[in-house]
């Protein structure tokens, strides 16, 4: 299996309340791919509540494979999601490893 953890923080520009609508929506699209790609064992978007933290948006997924993570990440469902990711989020972090 393989875990894939990814942070981003919100780009500069939004208000408090459109961080919130954007984060929301951003989990909602992360979420959802869960019913649509095969391979996801688990994915879960966290949203920072905390101001001591440095990310304000986590992903944390598991896959059965590398290879599902690599599906994972050309398929169209998520391709689309990330368009809408990146027009809200910038400085994106991710660790990927075996478990």
């Known amino acids: 299996m ?3 953890i ?3 923080n919100f780009k500069e520009g939004f208000t408090d309340a459109e961080n919130k609508e954007n984060a929301a ?3 909602q699209e992360l979420e ?3 019913s649509c790609i095969d391979g996801i064992i688990e994915l879960k978007v966290y949203i920072n509540e905390l101001s001591y933290s440095n990310k304000d948006i986590m992903l944390d ?3 059965e494979s590398e ?3 690599l599906a994972y990440q050309a398929h ?8 809408f990711v990146g027009t809200v989020v910038q400085d994106r972090a991710c660790f ?3 478990i």
């Open 32 to 34: 959802s791919l869960t």
């Open 67 to 69: 290879e599902a993570l």
């Open 76 to 83: 169209p469902e998520h391709q689309k999601a990330t368009t």
């Open 6 to 8: 990814v942070m981003w």
């Open 96 to 98: 990927d490893f075996k």
């Open 25 to 27: 929506r951003v989990r």
């Open 61 to 63: 997924s598991t896959f």
């Open 2 to 4: 393989i875990r894939h």
